[in-house]
Structures are given as structure tokens and as C-alpha cells.
């Protein structure tokens, strides 16, 4: 009964992710930068971004960096989609069937590796690996990744792969240096993966085996290493650095650091002319840790219900089992957990995708534990994480005050999702462990309620039925980082960008001319893109706006949102009836021929907090 129902919950798990396919009907976030390159790529443009970048970003004393070229993403992502982006047409559907491919096969993954987690387990019966997969298959989160066409489901294929490689009794170095190569090349994040080959090769190898396990180690990160070799070839030869498209100037925004704005050979630019020192960097790295803990504590609660008290628990206890056995597939997977997580907490501003690499590993760990009886070392952990807790609770009373920063909604989801999804399974854990120790003659059933199955079809059906139907930023159970509604906004105003794109292309702005515009309007093919200037807000907005509009002669149109810094948003906001049509800006050079309310304040979101954008207004060059 319980293999069938796992069944139905695969196979009902790759139909909604077809479904998700169809609401996700522009790209959010990233991916739009994602879906520039790819069109590019495919009409054989080389890694051009797909747009000019309204300004520049340099750090310190550079000089400008060549225009039009990809500066920010890693390349494999784009360079996967763009065969198929070439023969349909379309780079963005091009990125979401490649996602969805890659989150079946994650499926299939998840599954081998629950079953080679518990495969030294004396009478589990058949369907753990089943269960995993329902598990990933079910999840709102693994769901959602599957169809945006982001690149996270073929990291998490990636991780999956990259420890399956590790576990096995001799890994091939080039094999293992070729996965993790792959991976460097889709997410730069990746970089803290790098050393597990020769971490995990020297603590599974046995004492005599340690020196050459060591060597196969370095060997792999030489071969991972060396696959990264034709692109930073490639920065040398446009930017002169290597690590340029690792775009470091938003860990230092992110930091603190903010850029002077300027016009320099009449192009807006920004500088990053500091340089955070070394305890600075440390320091401000530091102070993400709080915040980053606890938002990933109240995001796992949604994301892993039931399991995640448990693989808190069992990771000490996991890792030396592995080190015991020295089971490397164990280890590998322990680990690779614990560097996706380190890199979760450190960056600045971790976000609810960062999540999607470590479904799978949480979701196989936590059942290989539940399928084992707590030794000494889990019930400690079970008791440290219930006083964790207890602990945040206490310090984050603050939230249920009037602060501006208070934020009682977090509070009681995690005093009442804690106690439901966190606590009550470790102490069900305890009870659970002790009874199953007291079984006679062995024999441990599935555990199909405490892994958590009919939870995820609940959170899946509350996403997935609850506008926007997406969570690329966040949702009303898992909002992004800052709390916001990003996801509404984007949608009211992607309709209203949509809707002023179809007005411009009425009057004659197609093909053939430039539109400067929000950068969330590349995925259109036609006409041809510039991003609005960094700078909106400021008395450089203006100038950096006259100053496109020099080196861009054939721009037709200017779409743009109040509170821009192009025009007085509080006007604009108050009028979005159509009463600025025919208004002029910038010395008469722009006119409003249309404006389109984005509908904020009607989705339910903060139109403040959401960067005023009260109104989209449509203008053309005069």
C-alpha cells in the first residue's frame, strides 16, 4: 500500500510540475539574465547578455568593461537551453523545459541515493528510496524549481551525482573532477563544494589508503579546475579577469559597500572604489549569520515539515557512523549537506532558492535516520535542538512588540509550526527510537507519517492554489528574506509591462527600435532592450537617462515606473486614471502616451515597501 501510494506520488508530482510550466508565465529574478544569454547563444551572438545594461558596474580603478557582453552568470545554464532555444524560438520555454527535465531526473536520484543510505540496514523493507522520491516529488519548493527555468534542480542533480561519484569504493578522479567542474560552472556558489573530494577521499579511506586517497582528491579538484579553464579565458580576453562573471561587486553592495554614480564617456557608471578589508569582510559576513539562521530555521519548517529537527539531530551521529564504517557515500552526503548550508548562512541576504540543493539531501538523511534506533549521540542532539528552540523563541520576543522591524507573524510560525513540525517529531523520535530498541526480532516499517508525505501534499496544494502560484522569491507560507510580497508584485507588474509592451508595439515601436525599460522585459524578442539606469531615485537619474538616450539615437519608447526618479512618483501614483497623458519630461524629450496601474495595492502588497512602483507609464522620444 505504502509503495503505491509513493507511486501516485511521483507520478502526481512530474504532472504538477507540467502545470507549474504554465504558471510561470515570464521569468522572475535571475533567470531573466538567464534567458538574454540563451536567446543570444542561440542566434549566435556568443555569451552576449541579450541587453545593454543601462550602467556599467567597475570596481576601484578599472576601466569600463566592453558593453553587451554575459557579465554575471555562470555559462552552463544558457549554454544547455540554447540548442533547443534555437529550434523552438522561445530561450525562456528553451530554460523551462530544460529545469523540468532536470527535476524529473532529480527524482530518480533522490531515490538511489535513500536507497543506498539504508541499504546496510537490517530488514527495511523495499520503498525507501520510493519514499524519498514521493518526498521531492510532492515538495511546493522542488515543484516550483522544476518549471521556472532556474538552474537550481540541475544543481541539486549535480550534488547528487557529485556524492554518488564520491561514495563508491575507488571514485575515478576525472569522473568525480568533471562533476564538480559542471557545477562550477553553473553556480558559483558551487565553490564550497570543492573541497569534498579530498575530504571525504582521506576520512573514508582507512589509515594505509589515506596518502593515495589524498592524491585522487587533489587530482579531481585539478580536473574541476581544469574545466574552468575556457572561461576564465574567455573574461581574460574581454575583461582582462578571469573571475569577472563571478560578480563580486554584489557580495560587496550586499556588504555595505556602495558604488559612486557618475557619467563617464557618456555612459553611467557606477564605482565600487573601496575594498572591504579583511576583518570588515569578516565582520559583515559575521552579522549575516543571525539573521541567515533564522530564516532558514522558519523556511525549513515549511520546506522539510517533520524532517528537519531530525537531520539537525542526526548529523554528528550520521558523520560517525560514516567515519566508523567508513561508508564515503555517508560522508559525502553529510558533508556536501553541511557546505550548502555554511554558504546559506554566510551570504548575504540567503534566499528561499538557496533551499532547493539541499531537498534532496535532507529529505534521504532524515530517513535513513528515522530507519535507525537513536544511539547517545542523536537523543543529544533531539535535547539540543529542542532547547535551540526554546532558545530563538526567547530571543526573538522582540518580534511581537511595536518596533518597526517586528515581525509577529515569524514569531508564531515558529512557536506553532515549531512545536507541530519540529519539536513534536523529536520528542515522537525519542519515544519512537526506545520502542523500536525494544523490538524482538528487528523488522522497521516505512515511515510514511513521520517522514512528512501528507504534509507536503498539503503545503503543495496551499502554494499551488493561492496566487501568484509561485515562489521563486517567496510565498505567504515562506516569504523571501525581507518579508515582502515579492512574488505578488512581480506578477502586477509583469501584467502591466506585458500590457504597455502591446500599446508600443500598436504604435509602430516594433522591431527596429530600442526600448529602454525595466530590466524584467528581456525575455521579449522584440524590440531590442537597454535596462533603465542604475541611479533611480537620484539626481543622476535624470542624466543617466539623457545620456542613453544619446548613445541609443533609434529609441522609440520608455517604459518606466513611478518613483523611477524620471518623474514625480507621488504624481504619478495619483493619477494612474490617465490624466499624465501627454505630460513631458526631461526637457520635453519624453511624453506619456499611456500609463498601466500594476494593481500592488490591489494584489495585497505594500506599494512602499515595495519601491513605489504605483504605475507603469509607456513615453516615446520626441
Known amino acids: 500500500m505504502t509503495r503505491r501510494l509513493c507511486l501516485l506520488a511521483v507520478v502526481l508530482g512530474i504532472g504538477l510540475r507540467i502545470v507549474a510550466m504554465e504558471l510561470h508565465d515570464h521569468p522572475r529574478g535571475d533567470v531573466v539574465l538567464d534567458v538574454g544569454v540563451t536567446r543570444s547563444l542561440a542566434a549566435g551572438q556568443g555569451f552576449a547578455s541579450g541587453f545593454d545594461r543601462g550602467t556599467e558596474l567597475v570596481r576601484g580603478d578599472d576601466p569600463l568593461p566592453p558593453p553587451g557582453h554575459a557579465d554575471q552568470h555562470a555559462p552552463l545554464w544558457p549554454l544547455l537551453a540554447a540548442p533547443l532555444a534555437a529550434l523552438t524560438g522561445a530561450p525562456f520555454t528553451a530554460l523551462q523545459v530544460m529545469s523540468l527535465l532536470c527535476g524529473v531526473l532529480l527524482l530518480a536520484l533522490t531515490l538511489r541515493l535513500a536507497d543506498r543510505l539504508t541499504e546496510d540496514i537490517g530488514q527495511v523493507p523495499d520503498g525507501v528510496g520510493l519514499l524519498a522520491a514521493a518526498l521531492v516529488a510532492l515538495s511546493f519548493l522542488a515543484i516550483d524549481f522544476s518549471a521556472s527555468g532556474a538552474l537550481y534542480a540541475a544543481q541539486a542533480c549535480g550534488v547528487l551525482l557529485l556524492v554518488d561519484r564520491l561514495g563508491r569504493p575507488r571514485p575515478a578522479p576525472v569522473a568525480v573532477g568533471l562533476i564538480l567542474g559542471a557545477l562550477l560552472l553553473l553556480n558559483h556558489q558551487c565553490l564550497v563544494l570543492l573541497p569534498l573530494p579530498v575530504v571525504v577521499g582521506v576520512l573514508g579511506a582507512s589509515r594505509g589508503e589515506r596518502g593515495r586517497a589524498a592524491v585522487g582528491g587533489v587530482l579531481a579538484v585539478a580536473v574541476a579546475l581544469l574545466v574552468l579553464v575556457p572561461w576564465w579565458w574567455r573574461n581574460i580576453a574581454v575583461f582582462g579577469d578571469p573571475l569577472h562573471s563571478v560578480n563580486g561587486l554584489y557580495l560587496l553592495h550586499r556588504l555595505g559597500l556602495e558604488p559612486q554614480l557618475s557619467i563617464e564617456q557618456g555612459v553611467p557608471v557606477a564605482r565600487f572604489l573601496g575594498d572591504l578589508s579583511a576583518g570588515q ?13 533564522l530564516y532558514l530555521f522558519n523556511t525549513g519548517l515549511i520546506v522539510f515539515p517533520m ?12 558523520l560517525r557512523l560514516g567515519l ?65 528552540w526554546l532558545g530563538l523563541l526567547a530571543l526573538t520576543l522582540d518580534d511581537l512588540g511595536d518596533s518597526p522591524l517586528a515581525r509577529p507573524q515569524r514569531w508564531m510560525q515558529m512557536a506553532l509550526l515549531g512545536l507541530a513540525l519540529y519539536a513534536a517529531p523529536m520528542l515522537l523520535r525519542l519515544r519512537a527510537g526506545a520502542a523500536q530498541a525494544r523490538r524482538p ?85 522584440d ?94 522620444v520626441r
Open 281 to 293: 569582510l569578516v565582520g559583515a559576513l559575521r552579522a549575516q549569520v543571525a539573521p541567515n539562521l
Open 324 to 388: 566508523a564504517t567508513g561508508d564515503r557515500r555517508r560522508l559525502a552526503a553529510w558533508l556536501a549537506l553541511l557546505a550548502l548550508v555554511a554558504v546559506a548562512v554566510v551570504w548575504p541576504a540567503t534566499k528561499l532558492r538557496y533551499v532547493v540543493t539541499m531537498l534532496p539531501l535532507v529529505t534521504a538523511l532524515a530517513l535513513s535516520r528515522l530507519l535507525r534506533v537513536p544511539g547517545r549521540g542523536e537523543r543529544l542532539g533531539l535535547w539540543i535542538g529542542l532547547l535551540a
Open 527 to 620: 524590440p531590442e532592450l537597454v535596462s533603465l539606469p542604475l541611479g533611480a531615485g537620484t539626481p543622476l537619474g535624470g542624466t543617466a537617462l539623457e545620456a542613453l538616450l544619446v548613445r541609443h539615437p533609434d529609441v522609440v519608447a520608455v517604459i518606466t515606473m513611478a518613483g523611477d526618479g524620471w518623474l514625480d512618483a507621488t504624481e504619478a501614483e495619483s493619477a494612474p486614471d490617465g490624466s499624465l497623458i501627454g505630460r513631458r519630461w526631461l526637457l520635453g524629450r519624453l511624453e506619456v502616451l499611456a500609463v498601466f496601474p500594476d494593481d500592488v495595492a490591489a494584489a495585497g502588497a505594500d506599494a512602499e515597501a515595495g519601491g513605489g512602483h504605483g504605475v507603469i507609464l509607456s513615453m516615446v
Open 307 to 318: 524532517t528537519l529537527g531530525i537531520v539537525a539531530a542526526g548529523c554528528l551521529p550520521g
Open 441 to 525: 526480532r528487528g523488522g522497521v516499517a516505512l515511515p510514511l507519517i513521520p517522514s512528512g508525505l501528507p504534509l507536503a501534499v498539503l503545503v503543495t496544494a496551499a502554494v499551488m492554489l493561492t496566487p501568484p502560484h509561485t515562489t521563486y522569491h517567496g510565498n505567504a507560507l515562506a516569504p523571501d528574506f525581507f518579508d515582502q510580497q515579492t512574488e505578488v508584485r512581480e506578477v502586477a507588474v509583469a501584467r502591466a509591462l506585458r500590457a504597455a509592451r502591446e500599446h508600443l508595439l500598436t504604435l509602430g515601436g516594433g522591431p527596429g527600435g530600442t526600448v529602454i525599460a525595466p530590466v524584467g522585459l528581456l525575455a521579449w524578442d
